[in-house]
């Protein structure tokens, strides 16, 4: 069925009506237990200032329920490694947002020039190719295009380009 | 338990690299995956989040600066964070980082996409960024650049014992006194004057423009256009100007400038484009300006937008 029309975003909503009951089933699966049905109303929320039709209604909510669920998640790891740090006294000065707010911008700088230089230090088309996709929003598919490579080379870039950031060892060649 | 840690992670790197593809559509099968083992759930989100985290980052940087490659892959992260941060100083206060460093070396400077930037070189040269774009540079030879994608707009101190230089592919443009915009296209490289005049040297043709002066240097030869000498920079104030220009050049200019991939339909190929375009209007009205003002369909595929024939009706 890869020749239906595009759905405009009513459409959007009325696709969202139907499959509610297995957003809220694929949310469960996704392990975020009874925070399911909030995770697929925030999703609902977002709809509201989606605009412009969707190309497959279907795929595009599930995407929407997963980046939803990620980041709850990330959420909720951030806030476990805070609460770890802060639970020594030491640690909790008077003006604790104030510094809370520069301890995060830090850590956000940190992370940036650690994933630069992991980046660079992989080099291209590596890097390139992860920029395009991630950063661009690009399909392997089109990339593969792109940069005139098999759709195999462009995953096995891609591969070597989240084992460097994420520091995997074993995925180094 | 080590060596079943590992594989782990590799399947859920596996999963990762192909449910992060926009195209993804085997959410019965990773759902599957997910649910066969505890550990599998655990290992994916983990990696999942601290992926994003890092995409998240790499988005916010309002300049990318590249640091140089130097050897020794176990020392680069803590150089390569006193690279940053020296390169920011050199962005930010011109010349100075170029006149204290002792052993020359290679850099590079690299904006996000949708964030433009301005360089002033060590000669006093100023250079304007658009969005994604690289410049890498040696502070060796200030004087000498390339340009290894994107948009940039350069305003040269000319120095007659001195050519100013800027490296684009195959394609080699030498300063006369200038003022010029240089950009990289899909199928070649773009020269507009905007004053002084600017060689150029590529594969199959050379030529000299002066101000108004446009050319697209192919690998056919080169195709040339004119326009006003004003409206060379004005992309920096968000307007684009055409006459009788490929709708293809047109959306990547656009793409560029809107920060998001745009693609034309085939059956639009032979289209041309004259007029001017603004790209700071409100993104909401973005959509509905360009598809009056180019007589296109602007359909919104999610991670970009695709231009085609309007429909008969």
Do not use: C
């Not at chain 1, 792109?146 to 870039?157: D, P």
């Not at chain 2, 100083?89 to 011109?94: K, W």
């Not at chain 2, 293809?248 to 041309?272: C, E, F, H, K, W």
Request: charged fraction near 25%.
């Amino acid at each position: 069925m890869s020749g239906s029309p595009d759905i405009p975003a009513a459409g959007l909503k009325a696709v969202f009506n139907e499959m509610r009951p297995a957003l809220i089933r694929r949310a469960q699966a996704m392990g975020v237990g009874g925070d399911a049905e909030d995770v697929v109303q925030d999703v609902w929320l977002k709809l509201q200032t989606t605009n412009g039709p969707v190309a497959s209604p279907h795929a595009y909510l599930l995407r929407m329920v997963y980046t939803a669920v990620l980041d709850r998640k990330r959420g909720a790891r951030r806030a476990a490694a805070r609460d770890a740090e802060w639970a020594t006294p030491a640690n909790l000065p008077q003006d604790s947002i104030a510094s809370a707010e520069a301890e995060r911008r830090l850590m956000a700088v940190q992370l940036l020039a650690k994933v630069e230089a992991r980046l660079s230090d992989l080099g291209d088309p590596a890097a390139a190719i992860f920029r395009r996709h991630r950063i661009d929003g690009l399909t392997q598919r089109r990339i593969a295009e792109e940069f005139g490579m098999g759709l195999s080379t462009v995953e096995k870039h891609l591969r070597r380009a989240y084992a460097a950031i994420l520091d995997l060892e074993g995925d180094r060649p | 338990m080590t060596i079943s840690e590992r594989n782990v992670d590799r399947e859920a790197l596996d999963w990762l690299v192909q449910v992060n593809d926009p195209g993804f559509d085997q959410w019965d099968a990773w759902d599957a995956w997910m649910a066969a083992d505890g550990r599998n759930a655990e290992a994916y989100w983990r990696l999942a989040g601290a992926e994003a985290d890092a995409v998240e980052a790499l988005k916010s940087a309002p300049v990318r600066i590249v640091a140089p490659r130097p050897g020794g892959i176990g020392r680069l992260p803590r150089r390569s964070l006193a690279a940053v941060a020296a390169a920011l100083a050199a962005v930010a206060i011109g010349g100075v980082w170029f006149a204290n460093s002792q052993r020359a070396q290679p850099w590079t400077v690299e904006t996000a996409p949708g964030e433009q930037h301005t360089l002033t070189l060590a000669d006093g040269s100023v250079v304007s960024l658009d969005g994604d774009t690289r410049l890498a540079m040696d502070r060796r030879k200030p004087r000498d650049v390339r340009l290894e994608g994107g948009r940039a707009l350069f305003t040269v101190v000319h120095d007659d014992a001195h050519p100013f230089v800027v490296v684009v592919g195959q394609t080699t443009l030498t300063d006369l006194g200038t003022v010029f915009d240089v950009t990289q296209l899909q199928d070649g490289v773009r020269v507009s004057v905007s004053e002084g005049s600017v060689r150029v040297d590529a594969p199959a043709d050379t030529a000299t423009l002066n101000p108004g002066d446009s050319v697209i240097a192919t690998p056919r030869g080169l195709d040339r256009r004119t326009l006003s000498p004003d409206d060379v920079a004005a992309w920096r104030e968000g307007r684009l100007t055409y006459a009788d220009e490929a709708l293809g050049v047109v959306a990547q200019d656009l793409a560029r400038a809107l920060n998001r991939p745009i693609t034309v339909s085939p059956a639009l190929s032979g289209r041309r484009f004259s007029g001017s375009l603004t790209t700071r209007a409100a993104p909401e009205d973005q959509r509905g300006r360009l598809s009056r003002l180019l007589d296109v369909s602007v359909v919104d595929e999610g991670a970009g937008w695709r231009l085609e024939p309007r429909p008969a009706s």
